[in-house]
């Protein structure tokens, strides 16, 4: 790109906005696509027994195991590359992961595939192990010593997740309990509204609940947490590290290249479904570029806000067809910012009325590193492309860095994804 800095533009920036991102999205992609025997491209052919629509980790787990079970399996993406939003980018010297990077062993699924495949990994010091944590509260930047700052948060988090255990008994499997339907109304502020905080403890945990929900408070499902605290069986420090502990050492598009490689299945990139009608012979599909494609069986595997850009034939069920229109909450933003000057490796959090709620440590130095930064929707009211547009709040916690530049990615403005990029590896339930 010919702007000093690389980030993908806010949402609701205009056509400049969005002609610069897709600028970056393509060169992007470039640099992050499978390398060459990688995956098969294959002609459309008759006789397939499934098809399946969507390259990101789900799709390509569905193929590789109906391919492995003997189906003639082919895999549909829009996108010229695999891996969904998990995504990479050449950050000054160093990838980093625009969408999904961090897992944890609390995800099963995604933790099998890492040791089925001897994948190495590594850690993100801010969060496993950091030197100062502070926050910000009613406008002034907090700081006590690490153990006494955790204890804080681990009190508020454990009183907000007082019903999990009557909730989710067995988190993996789908659906509500009965006790759980009674609380699904409720949103994490209502439920934060009904504990007893001081000023300081309440923005706290308005910060991590915040970066939980990638969006402001109101907009996220209290039940959804206690979810979260379920699968990490109740314990404070297990929620932060299955967030933002372990990666990939060699990145997500690792993974998915390994799986790809050992799938057994036919590929075809840049192939966007349109289309998807079935009856009693299978299933036909129309991609976007009008070409007809069969098969006996289809697993659809896309993002929940992408799902109304298909047409299905009979219809969705109506509570998939609400909840595609209604759209997941997490709407937020995630940066990489390379700052000058001492950079020591900590974590610092501020309530959602911010820019960022949640900021650690990626790569710390003497001269310089690098921040990984979550703040929820800014609406165009801040630049995210310019980096003297973030770094007053960087200042406020730090006032000897200055911000030389920043990377970042718009998944709202990406068209097969429209909405913003997860933190964690962790793959959507196929729609059947």
Same mark, same amino acid.
């Given at each position: &790109? !010919?702007?000093? /800095?690389?980030?993908?533009?806010?949402?609701?920036?205009?056509?400049?906005?969005?002609r610069r991102f897709l600028k970056f999205a393509s060169a992007a992609a470039a640099a992050s696509a499978l390398p060459a025997g990688a995956v098969v491209a294959a002609p459309a052919q008759p006789g397939y027994d499934v098809v399946v629509v969507g390259g990101g980790f789900a799709g390509v787990t569905a193929a590789r195991e109906l391919a492995h079970r003997g189906a003639r399996v082919v895999l549909l993406e829009a996108r010229n590359r695999l891996g969904g939003r998990t995504f990479h980018a050449n950050f000054g010297e160093r990838k980093v992961e625009l969408g999904g990077t961090w897992i944890h062993y609390t995800q099963p699924h995604v933790w099998a595939e890492v040791m089925r495949y001897g994948m190495e990994i590594a850690e /993100?010091?801010?969060?496993?192990?950091?030197? @100062?944590?502070?926050? &910000?509260? $009613?406008?002034?930047?907090? !700081?006590?010593?690490?153990? $006494?700052?955790?204890?804080?948060? $681990?009190?508020? =988090?454990? @009183?907000?997740?007082a019903d999990a255990g009557t909730v989710f008994e067995r988190p993996f499997m789908p659906g509500l309990s009965a006790v759980g339907r009674k609380l699904d109304h409720l949103s994490i502020a209502d439920r934060m509204a009904a504990i007893e905080m001081s000023p300081a403890q309440r923005d706290l945990m308005n910060a991590m609940m915040a970066t939980n929900c990638h969006g402001?408070?109101? /907009?996220?499902?209290? /039940? !959804? &947490?206690?979810?979260?605290?379920? =699968?990490?069986?109740?314990?404070?420090a297990r929620l932060l590290y299955s967030c933002a502990r372990y990666k990939l050492k060699d990145g997500t598009a690792a993974l998915i290249e390994r799986m790809a490689q050992d799938g057994g299945f036919d590929v075809r990139l840049s192939t966007a479904v349109a289309e998807l009608r079935q009856d009693a012979a299978g299933v036909s599909l129309v991609t976007e570029a009008d070409e007809r494609i069969s098969a006996r069986f289809a697993v659809v595997a896309v993002p929940v806000n992408t799902v109304g850009q298909i047409e299905f034939s009979p219809p969705l069920r109506p509570g998939k067809t609400a909840m595609a229109k209604e759209h997941h909450a997490g709407k937020g933003h995630k940066l990489y910012l390379k700052v000058k000057g001492r950079l020591e490796t900590l974590l610092f959090f501020a309530p959602e009325t911010e820019l960022f709620t949640m900021v650690f440590t990626e790569q710390p130095g003497e001269e310089g590193g690098v921040l990984v930064a979550f703040g929820p929707p800014v609406d165009g009211k801040v630049d995210l492309n310019d980096p003297k547009a973030v770094e007053p709040f960087v200042r406020r916690f730090l006032p000897h860095l200055s911000v030389e530049q920043v990377l970042g990615y718009d998944w709202g403005l990406d068209p097969y994804s429209r909405r913003a990029g997860a933190r964690r590896s962790r793959p959507y339930r196929p729609i059947r």
């Open positions: &790109m !010919e702007d000093k /800095t690389c980030a993908a533009p806010a949402a609701g920036a205009g056509g400049s906005a969005r /993100t010091p801010g969060v496993a192990h950091p030197d @100062r944590v502070l926050w &910000m509260s $009613e406008g002034k930047v907090l !700081e006590i010593p690490v153990m $006494e700052n955790w204890a804080l948060l $681990e009190d508020a =988090l454990k @009183r907000f997740h402001p408070t109101a /907009t996220g499902a209290y /039940t !959804e &947490m206690l979810r979260w605290w379920s =699968l990490v069986d109740g314990d404070a």
